[in-house]
Every structure is written in structure tokens, then in C-alpha cells.
């Protein structure tokens, strides 16, 4: 495996990490720390084949 392949990996466990953290700041109700969460998400997603909205994310519709 190269580097460039190691480093996309090590990108989408963070990724599915802080996805997981923010289920959890959702359903604690901390919206103001699940929205910086989730613009760290987009931050990780851009260019890297993302993988939903921020609605597939929180599991929020959009209006």
C-alpha cells in the first residue's frame, strides 16, 4: 500500500469516527457542537469522495 492510499484510509477512520461522535452530540442535543463537527466532516469530505450531505450524516431531512 502507498502512501497516498494510507493517508486516504487513516482520512476516512477519522472521518467514520467523528461521524460516530456526532450521532452522539445529536442526540445529546449540542447542536452547536454537532454543527462544527459537521463542518470538520465536509472539511475531511471535500476531494475525498464524499460520502452524503450533512443530512445523510445527522439523519436530518432537508427542508
Known sequence: MDNASTNADDI???RDR???ELRV???LGQNLA???LSHA???LNDGRGAIG???SITGE???
Request: zero cysteines.
Open 53 to 55: 450531505s450533512n443530512a
Open 41 to 43: 466532516i465536509d472539511l
Open 61 to 63: 431531512t432537508s427542508p
Open 25 to 27: 452530540l445529536d442526540r
Open 34 to 36: 454537532a454543527n462544527a
Open 18 to 20: 467523528l461521524r460516530s
Open 12 to 14: 476516512r477512520a477519522v
